[in-house]
T-cell receptor, first 118, second 114 residues
Framework: DVKVTQSSRYLVKRTGEKVFLECVQD?????MFWYRQDPGLGLRLIYF???????EKGDIPEGYSVSREKKERFSLILESASTNQTSMYLC?????????????????FGPGTRLTVL | SQKIEQNSEALNIQEGKTATLTCNYT??????LQWYRQDPGRGPVFLLL?????KEKRKERLKVTFDTTLKQSLFHITASQPADSATYLC?????????????FGAGTRLAVHP
């Protein structure tokens, strides 16, 4: 069974704090993704990675950075948290290889981290 | 720009009936479409994938159709049960910047009443 775990289910931080959200997958997937989910807006892609040490900006990367030092771990960093970053953060992984000619496979999601920035 | 629309209103149906959820898209030609289920406070779980050259796909009580002319997918749950109550998301692939990504709709909440 594919398992994607996230470091915290709930997190409360103050404005200006640096926040780390960790994601780990145990199925040797090449691809990993960070989304945020807000009511009425659906899932929006923040950053993704198709390989170790590789990262690509998604649709809403501003205010975020990522790190992928190991294949199984993908971290999302909020350099200076702001109230508009209060959201549900979802990590996902998928097993397909990198390459523009390959269709990505289905994505496996973690349970999510509900982040509140006060 | 690309747009995916799912009915934002919750769908309420009686147990045993067929639930039908709609996913419409514009300015898009996806190679495939996926449906996910999401329970409150949890991450989405993959249900079905249908490719552009497939008209219909089935899995147990689930059926998905994909009409590339209408730019629409329908997701059916037959003989619905209260346990089917959840939010259902559709997702389409987008090739951009050299990579394929998934674009998700906002989801439709389904409530099945006993």
């Amino acid at each position: 069974d594919v398992k994607v775990t996230q470091s915290s289910r709930y997190l409360v931080k103050r404005t200006g704090e640096k926040v780390f959200l960790e994601c780990v997958q145990d199925m040797d997937h090449e691809n990993m993704f960070w989304y945020r989910q807000d009511p009425g807006l659906g899932l929006r892609l923040i950053y993704f990675s198709y390989d170790v040490k590789m990262k690509e900006k998604g649709d809403i990367p501003e205010g975020y950075s990522v790190s992928r030092e190991k294949k199984e771990r993908f971290s999302l960093i909020l350099e200076s948290a702001s109230t508009n970053q209060t959201s549900m953060y979802l990590c996902a992984s998928s097993p397909s290889g990198a390459g523009e000619w390959e269709l990505p496979d289905t994505q496996y999601f973690g349970p999510g981290t509900r982040l509140t920035v006060l | 720009s690309q747009k995916i629309e799912q009915n934002s209103e919750a769908l309420n149906i009686q147990e045993g009936k067929t639930a039908t959820l709609t996913c419409n898209y514009t300015n898009y030609s996806p190679a495939y479409l996926q449906w996910y289920r999401q329970d409150p406070g949890r991450g989405p779980v993959f249900l079905l994938l249908i490719r552009e050259n497939e008209k219909e796909k089935r899995k147990e009580r689930l059926k998905v159709t994909f009409d590339t002319t209408l730019k629409q997918s329908l997701f059916h749950i037959t003989a619905s049960q209260p346990a089917d109550s959840a939010t259902y998301l559709c997702a389409l692939d987008l090739f951009s910047g050299g990579y394929n990504k998934l674009i998700f709709g906002a989801g439709t909440r389904l409530a099945v009443h006993p």
